[in-house]
Structures are given as C-alpha cells and as structure tokens.
C-alpha cells in the first residue's frame, strides 16, 4: 500500500526508519534490521528506498533528516494521479491495493472459520481437550472479526462507484483503513517511516 502510494520515484526519497534500539542487543538488533531490508522491504529496497537507525535523541532526528535530497523534487504517485491525472481518490492504485488487502483478509477470516468448524466440539486444532465455552468463544471472536472486515470492504466499493458527490462520505474513512493495513513487523525494531522535510530551527524541535 505504501509502496503504491508513493510511487517508484519518489521512494528515492523514503527513509524507513527502525527505533527501540536500546531495548535489544546490538547483535539481534541487527539481524531484524537485516530480516527488514531483505525480505519485508525488499521491495521498496531495491527502488532506492533507504534505511536509518533512529536512537531516540533530537541529534539522531536530525542526522536522518540531512539524508534528504531537498533539491530534488519527487512528486509521490497519489499526487501525480489525483492532481496531474484529475482522478478521485477511489480510483488511484492505492486505492485498489487497499481494496484488494481487504479482500484478502476476508479470505483469510472464512478460511479460519471453515477450519474452526471442521474440528469437534472440545478440541483444539492441536486436538488438547477444551470447553465447549471456549471454543465457542473463539468462533464467535472470528465471527466479528470477519464482520467488520467485509464491512470496512463495503464501505470502499460504495466509494468507489457512488457519484463524486457522495464519495467524501466514504473516502474520509479510507485514510483510518489505510493505517490498519499497514502491519508493523514482528520480526525486527520497532518499523517506521520518515517522510521528506524541511528544515527548521533545529534548537526548537526534537527536545
């Protein structure tokens, strides 16, 4: 989602920023920053996308944000659909990789409550004796989570094919649905993005 919404050129331009440090050895630290850049940000990796180590101090801050190239100008991908293109916000790519990740985890909800009813009454998935209660419980938990899915997944259709003049109605709503897509890792430091600024006071920023 985030790849797509800025676009190819502009991730040129993107600092991925991984934070808590100090909370990890620098060993396994540095062996979840690896997992990071070779698998889940590969992608974004191999675009010129970059990454920095954030140490919690406002000199740290400021030395990301000197990596920025100030001069050069990279327009992301939402911009240049909405603006140069004249599109709506349901019609840009983000927009359809949100509606395509919901489309996914709805999938994945019926596909764990297919599972949940195959197996007897009593009995975990590793076949350990439980109660009735809890099992109970458990599908009933799957249940709301896949109804809010298929919820939040209707909400952006009817976006995505109501009258421009409706469509605020709904968009406001993308933007919640977007941050819920984006997944932090559980696998590395604690994952961030530092997007493009411009420099100010430093004495009056990052205390």
Known sequence: MFQELCGADALQNVILTTTMWDEVTDETGSK??????TIFWQPMMSRGCRIARFS???KSAWEIIDKFDVD????????????????????TSAYAVLLRWWERVIA??????????????GLSKDNDPRSAAVVKEEHSDLDQRL????????KLDIAKHSEPSNRSLYEGEVVTMARVSRQGSKHGPKAGKTKKSSHRN???HFE
């Open 32 to 37: 979840r920053e690896d997992q990071l850049r």
């Open 56 to 58: 919690s101090t406002r």
């Open 72 to 91: 050069t100008r990279r327009p992301i991908k939402l911009q240049k659909e909405m603006v140069d293109e004249g599109k709506e916000l349901s019609q």
């Open 108 to 121: 994945k909800f019926r596909d764990m409550l297919r599972k949940r009813e195959a197996q007897p009454v």
């Open 147 to 154: 109804e809010l899915a298929v919820n939040q997944k209707r």
């Open 202 to 204: 430093r004495d009056n």
